[in-house]
């Protein structure tokens, strides 16, 4: 009868509580007040995947795509062991949103906190998760993210401990965008001369699903695609939602994607946000929420609806104007089937280019009473133009005229241990030219590459203001999320046009949101404050991942004195490796 | 008027010397007895190549495909700084046929002989080349030879020498195949369960140019391909070999495919065989010749034909039904014009399965007069039985039941240092069942993954009985050729079905040919001698690349205890690098 003859269904997860206890208790040992050491092996490899019912490639974890969701609660240490069963490619992974207090070691951003692991081989990564939240993991060596390689991180807390608010169920939702051309050709066409743009993508994934040649609203929007003639165990076929009826879910919402900005809706239901990147907020109520990559958000809804009928979930393209199909899901009231389609169409997101409703969207987050507050006044503000460079033929993104090149030996090892020659130790810029006009095309004759790494006093604030421009096209000003490692930072403020003198008077100190990843919007810039106090060298740089392979990132170095031991296998490549084994061999 | 408005023509390299002599003297340091170390600077990278006029990725050399060829005279040292521009792959370069006395670390095999240099990261190959003749270079860690990294290396004779045949010129011809699949997408298909064959591949190269969806002989063949429409300049362009007529060419002949058996022929010229795998052999005249992945050759022609006409150069698919055009260039009497198409139809090969033609080919190949004899006995024999296997689900190719899996540390190392637990320390068998079937698919239920490390005791002669068998399908038995690394062997003898005792009073002791490689006909035997004296770690494999992906190899470690410092870069992964690392971070 239905669309779905045997429909892939998740309930939430409070109600399934008393099965994940028996796997926690199998898996897992109980330390000092309830904390906990989990235990984890994981094995990377390529498989055949159908994401969006088109057979391709895709990175895996232990045969899942995406990879396993990590479960944790608060004050818990993940150790993990990971090994790469790739044929010839080195792998890390990234734990994004998890400060790694004490271990910047385990961080797993290439050419920054470790080598590369090689084929064949294994690194532990040992963690702790110090605070509740919302958060993912993914690849972060060349575009392996964008190859697949992500998956979910949620922190509950601590035990006894009570969240802000009530909900009866969670579900999460791992957003992602997903390409046909493989990552290995991307990185490619995107490092041509000419550059070779990847362009959208292909299919929007819900949980590592989509749909790309038909549609689960095939009838009630303008595609052409014919409706999708699912069984249900199709690995492109969508997760349904199954709730009972006057009862509040939260939803876990994390966006990995590698390019697009996304927009989520449930039809006829709205939606409280409650916390963003692992932080509290002031909740408010929305029919939409725009979510962009290296977002991660909780949001609560009551399903208070009809019960007899069925419900859209839809994720859009946002910022960009939208060339991939709407991905969808189903909301299913467990008092009626799950194989029924919704009666009315999917949500209709904002325009692509409505950037007032975006800001509208992002200005509303602002932190809960009794957060931490930001100190009054920075040490040192560091002022980041973003802009579009042509450099020998290739066209990069950089800050204040330097695209970020990775140097082959890892920042952390050879910045501890002052290895010469192991970067480019020149100072990068602390702002960009008074006489550069941010609304226009440049030609910045003056680009070059660079390592980008700024040396930050132990802790002292600083204030990043994040610049906007044109890009390298006339009037085409991009979104760009910038995301923190090893940090939250406060969002002071955002603004319109250059940053000038006066404009940190306006700066939000009473009630700044508490984030990891921020926006900035075209032609405008994102105030931001940090404490540089957790020693380790992190990278901050935009989460999308063409963007930051084509050089739109910096480096913060801090507290390098202060580093500890760092695991030999994070150090076994480049200077730290000679440096090591020149005396013995 | 021609099909080449402008042709990519070669003239012979004799005639181009003083060219040749000007960039060596500037490039190059002349040491004592004429002996040179020669230096190069490579850079190892994907780019977009049309090699077959389809666009596609390869792995170009310094902007090249297929990468430079290295010149040099025998004695000379080559010494080659490799940087890896790839973007989360490691690379390594084998120097095919080169035999790395007292530089096994030099030999550039993955997971044997070095670690792979990781992206960023240089590496230093310096090795002599002490015996002239032809050879060539390529990758050898996954499957980056399928993904086109691979070029020419010819060694001429000492400076004052000369060789024991005459000709007024020479062209390299390196022949191999190529897929339209990225060679990523084939480790993948090959590792899956069930295995996915790569299939025949899209086109035959010759020097790296083919042509996929047009035809230089459309009208002459039965093909359905239209005629080829280029100027000359497209990377797909035959290269013309450019001859004057009444001379004597010397073709250096190399053959790199992933697959391919080839079958070579010169429209109209008689070819005589004068060295194969960098040895003189007892000259030979045939219409045409078979060559095998590994091999490589010199043929001398002579230009006694109709000079007003031009003729094609021919490479053919042999020994698998070919389902790949034939590749094309052309041989142009400078007498008349490039651009006229040879108005007789391209050499017709043998048919595929004509295994009789085949042996009668590799017959043939005997030593010259005066080349080193065999030992007359061996001190012990391992033999080698060829077979297909399912293991969890994966279809792998094992030798004596077992398939081959390196170690993530390379063994030159771990053994050198006697590292327990780099690998798989137990003795691989010296021979396989006595009711073993070789005419017949075995189910193998007892087949096992491996190291396959055999010790052989230094300066003891070895035999190796290659014993070929029925694949997994019922009669089906396929063409393996057998590569050695850091050897000459002598190829004592061919034999049908299973190699008894008693066979061996046949083996050829007289003029058994020097190689390096050496093939295995369908459900028969080829009977191999060597020499354990040269200390290192040595691969011998099936030169078929998805075979040696699916396990088809073995490995000799000789002399361990002689071998000499191996560079700290060769040894800075696995469990090497945590020797030398672990006591001093």
């Known amino acids: 009868m239905g669309f779905l003859k045997n429909p892939s269904l998740i309930s939430s997860r409070i109600l399934k509580l008393s099965f994940f206890l028996i796997v926690f208790i199998v898996n897992n040992s109980f330390g000092a007040f309830g904390a906990k050491t989990r235990h984890f092996k994981w094995e990377v490899e390529y498989m055949h995947w159908a994401p969006d019912c088109k057979e391709g490639v895709v990175m895996g974890i232990n045969g899942q795509f995406p990879g396993p969701t990590i479960q944790a609660r608060a004050g818990d240490t993940?150790?993990?062991?990971?090994?790469?069963?790739?044929?010839?490619?080195?792998v890390v992974i990234h734990w994004h949103g998890i400060r790694q207090i004490d271990t910047p070691w385990a961080d797993g951003t290439a050419s920054i906190s470790q080598c590369p692991i090689n084929p064949g081989e294994s690194f532990v990564y040992r963690f702790k998760v110090d605070k509740a939240g919302t958060y993912f993991y993914h690849g972060h060596y060349g575009m392996q993210r964008s190859a697949g390689l992500y998956g979910s991180l949620i922190v509950d807390v601590e035990e006894g401990k009570k969240e802000p608010f009530h909900y009866d169920g969670e579900f999460n939702l791992l957003l992602s965008d997903l390409w046909h051309k493989s990552a290995h050709e991307q990185e490619v066409d995107l490092s041509s001369k000419p550059m070779r743009w990847i362009g959208e993508p292909q299919s929007l994934l819900i949980n590592g699903r989509g749909q790309n040649n038909c549609s689960l609203a095939a009838g009630f929007n303008n595609s052409t695609l014919s409706k999708c003639k699912l069984r249900g165990n199709e690995q492109c076929a969508p997760q349904i939602l199954q709730v009972l009826p006057n009862k509040t879910y939260r939803l876990r919402v994390a966006s990995t994607t590698a390019l697009a900005s996304l927009s989520l809706a449930i039809g006829n239901h709205k939606m409280i946000i409650v916390e963003a990147d692992g932080n509290y907020i002031q909740p408010f109520e929305v029919d939409n929420m725009d979510i962009y990559s290296g977002d991660s958000y909780s949001v609560l809804f009551t399903t208070n609806q009809d019960p007899s009928i069925n419900y859209w979930i839809s994720v859009s393209v946002r910022g960009r104007e939208p060339k991939t199909p709407q991905g969808l899901t189903i909301l299913?009231?467990?008092?009626?089937?799950?194989?029924?389609l919704p009666t009315l169409p999917p949500p209709i997101s904002p325009p692509w280019n409505d950037y007032n409703h975006s800001k509208s969207f992002t200005f509303k987050i602002l932190s809960q009473m009794?957060?931490?507050?930001?100190?009054?006044?920075?040490?040192?503000?560091?002022?980041?133009?973003?802009?579009?460079?042509?450099?020998?033929?290739?066209?990069?993104?950089?800050?204040?005229?330097?695209?970020?090149?990775?140097?082959?030996?890892?920042?952390?090892?050879?910045?501890?241990?002052?290895?010469k020659g192991a970067f480019d130790p020149k100072k990068p810029p602390e702002s960009f030219s008074a006489n550069y006009d941010?609304?226009?095309?440049?030609?910045?004759?003056?680009?070059?590459?660079?390592?980008?790494v700024y040396t930050l006093?132990?802790?002292?604030?600083?204030?990043?203001?994040?610049?906007?421009?044109?890009?390298l096209a006339a009037n085409v000003s991009e979104i760009h999320p910038w995301h923190l490692h090893g940090h939250d930072f406060w969002v002071l403020g955002y603004g319109e046009g250059r940053f000038k003198e006066g404009d940190e008077k306006k700066f939000n100190l009473k009630n700044p949101p508490l984030r990891n990843t921020a926006v900035i919007f075209p032609f405008g810039w994102t105030a931001l404050r940090f404490v540089a106090d957790n020693p380790g060298?992190?990278?901050?740089?935009?989460?999308?991942?063409?963007?930051?392979?084509?050089g739109m990132g910096v480096v913060f170095a801090e507290g390098v004195r202060r580093i500890g031991k760092i695991p030999d296998e994070a150090l076994t490549c480049g200077l730290t490796a000679k440096m090591f084994m020149s005396t013995k061999n």
């Open 457 to 471: 006093r132990f802790n002292t604030t600083i204030d990043v203001i994040l610049q906007n421009a044109n890009a």
């Open 438 to 452: 941010v609304m226009n095309p440049s030609s910045n004759p003056n680009s070059t590459t660079g390592s980008l």
């Open 332 to 340: 299913n009231y467990k008092t009626t089937s799950a194989s029924k």
């Open 370 to 419: 009794g957060s931490p507050k930001p100190p009054v006044r920075p040490h040192r503000r560091i002022v980041l133009l973003n802009t579009q460079n042509f450099i020998d033929g290739q066209t990069k993104w950089s800050i204040n005229n330097v695209s970020l090149v990775l140097p082959a030996t890892p920042l952390l090892g050879s910045m501890k241990y002052n290895l």
């Open 78 to 90: 993940i150790h993990l062991e990971l090994t790469n069963h790739l044929h010839t490619e080195g």
């Open 537 to 550: 060298v992190w990278a901050f740089h935009c989460h999308i991942e063409p963007h930051l392979h084509m």
